[in-house]
């Protein structure tokens, strides 16, 4: 999970020492045969696989490390939930990009972004980022704007996108006929909602308007204005106002 450093740092270990004789990719395949949701793994060039498992310095021996070796990504449920792998693939921005790992500028400093979603959720692991148990994954949710603990570790999230009950878990964040949606979408592209899903006006999130746009944007969008809520005084109000 650490960036690249010069070659001459000791902490830095060798693509040979991250590729475990027992790797978990494995385990992990077992987890995606016997899914009860709908996961796809994506391919991706095995030069790619060993750069991304290189800038996280994590082995092949964990689930993480597996992923980011062997897969472009996951896509659960019709695409809506994605789960970084390397980068470069139908997935196109991994776990590299997302997280900064090449320039050592990190997208959330002591958390690395493990996963996103098609409304602009995205699920971290904590590394001290968060109040709460480090290791465990957090889910941004795009009707909060909160950080909130799932209490489950990586291998633990991994099972969780392969059986977990994702409709329930989505139930208020998603519409009628969002699979038809969906399937004209880009992984590396998400659903803006207007009026967002953390106001009053957008709920319920089938009323709002929908129009496709890079993860990224919603990743900016949304962090935006969970800065300018925390900073707001209690029982303040903010008025939202879009321009093309």
Sequence with gaps: MHPERPAYDPRVRSLDELLSDEPAWPLVQSWLTGATNEVRSLPVERTRGERTLHLLQVTSRAP??????????????????????????????????????????????????????AVGGFFALNGGAFAGEQGHVFYFAPDTLDWLDLEMGYTDFLRWVCAGDLGRFYSELRWPGWEAELSQARPDDGFHLYPPPFTEEGKPVDKAQRRLVPMSELWGWYQEFARQLAALPEGARLRIKLTD
């Design 64 to 117: 993480l490390g597996a992923v980011a070796l062997e897969t472009g990504g996951l896509l659960a449920d019709s695409g809506w939930l994605r789960v970084l792998g390397a980068d470069g693939g139908e997935l196109e921005r991994g776990l590299a990009s997302w997280n900064g790992l090449a320039e050592g500028r990190r997208l959330i400093d002591g958390a690395l972004l493990v996963a996103h979603d």
